[in-house]
């Protein structure tokens, strides 16, 4: 499969999501881990009343919180977030954003006007413009938080998950990245590992 025509050469508004969730500075840990869980946000912008964005926070930050055994209800989002962000302009090439992603290994970045948040651009909202697969509706796919693997529920047995890259399972399904709705879990590979992390950094009582 060859990159798409159009491909990266189109900016950044035409693939942003503007449908963005955004936390505050003082917006509690555990009510962005719900918002997390919901599987249609793998990291939220932190923004300051006028929606000037002050930061990030993802899934890995407060993973890392959990590991040094910090209590999240403890926690604001200004405490754990990745200040400050790398953002882009609307205006801003496909091919610059992923250059930003790849130097500063980010999966997503916020998409400013005078610096103020307009849209979220991630990993699949470019990917999906490089391939020309064609696209069924409402692909839901539970993606595991720390490989970032897939589970490919056509081809899975009861039992016996097959848990794949995205890119694999795109190829294998011809489908678009667009198209999926990913719900976030830990895979059978990963879970006994992070409970067994969880469990070593909780101080006893
Ligand atoms: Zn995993």
Redesign the pocket.
Known sequence: MAMKDKGLNQVASEVMNPRVITATRGTNVNILVRQLLTGQFSGLPVVEDDGEVVGIVSEFDVIQALLNGQDLTMLKAEDIMNTPAVCVTEESPLIHVLQLMIEHRIIRLPVVRNRKLVGMISRPNILSQMVDVTVPKAHVLPV??????ICDDVQSQPHQEI?CDLAEYLQRHGVSSVEITFSPK??????PVIRHLMEGSTPAH
Do not use: G, L, Q, V
Request: proline share 8%; net charge neutral.
């Open positions: 595991c938080y720390w490989c970032e693997r848990w830990f895979c059978p590979s990963c879970a």
